[in-house]
């Protein structure tokens, strides 16, 4: 666990649709029209409601679909939250450093989080899934931004790890940074 200033940063293990929080982050796409991961298993459990604010999203604000980096709030259907917010990880690149579009994914959903007055922010590790992002990266990034960035009325911040590597890289990041 650590603290920057009145935040706290915590870390679990497990699915993250089993999480209860004001607001749980979406490893999403562009499209906003749902995918795998983490993106497939929070419209699975979130049930019909997610996707109807999602579409409506792509018929008003943001036709062209959301862009990398920025991040958008729905409701949460039927998951133990009151918002899922929608970000779009960068796919990882060898010949380019898309790391500010990384830390930009967590920077915009912790300023949506505070615009709604969420004080519990679940987020996955964007972008080290489908998109490819090393873990050891995406942790230093993802703990850094968040130590950086997050502050009142978000609380508590809390990192939920899919598995037991990436668990140990969030670990190692925190007790670095934090
Ligand atoms: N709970 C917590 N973490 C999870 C879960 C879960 N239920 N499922 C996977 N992870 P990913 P990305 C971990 O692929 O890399 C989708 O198709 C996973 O092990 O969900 O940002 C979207 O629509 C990994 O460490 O997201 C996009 O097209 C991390 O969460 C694309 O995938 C992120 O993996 C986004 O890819």
């Known amino acids: 666990m650590s603290r920057s200033e009145a935040v706290t940063v915590t870390l679990a293990r497990g699915d993250i649709t089993r ?12 499209s906003l029209l749902g995918g795998g991961g983490v993106d497939g298993a929070i419209h ?20 062209k679909g ?6 958008v709030a729905t409701t949460a259907g039927r998951l133990d939250a009151k918002w899922v917010i929608h970000t779009v990880g960068p796919v990882w690149s060898g010949a380019e450093d898309r790391s500010e579009l990384l830390a930009s994914c967590y920077r915009e959903s912790l300023r949506v989080a505070a615009e ?8 996955p590790a964007v972008s080290t899934g489908i998109f490819g992002w090393p873990m050891d ?8 931004t968040v130590l950086a960035e997050a502050a009142p009325p978000v609380e508590e911040v809390r990192f939920v790890l899919f598995d037991a590597h990436a668990y140990i890289e969030f670990e190692e990041a925190l007790a670095a940074q934090g």
Not at 44 to 63: F, M, T, V
Not at 66 to 71: I, K, M, S, V
């Open 137 to 144: 990266d995406g942790a230093r990034i993802a703990v850094r």
């Open 116 to 123: 709604l007055g969420a004080r519990t922010v679940v987020f």
């Open 66 to 71: 959301l862009p990398t980096g920025g991040a």
């Open 44 to 63: 699975r459990r979130g049930g019909p409601e997610i996707l109807a604010a999602c579409r409506d999203l792509r018929a008003s604000k943001y036709g």
């Open 19 to 30: 999480q209860k929080a004001d607001a749980l982050v979406n490893a999403a796409n562009s």
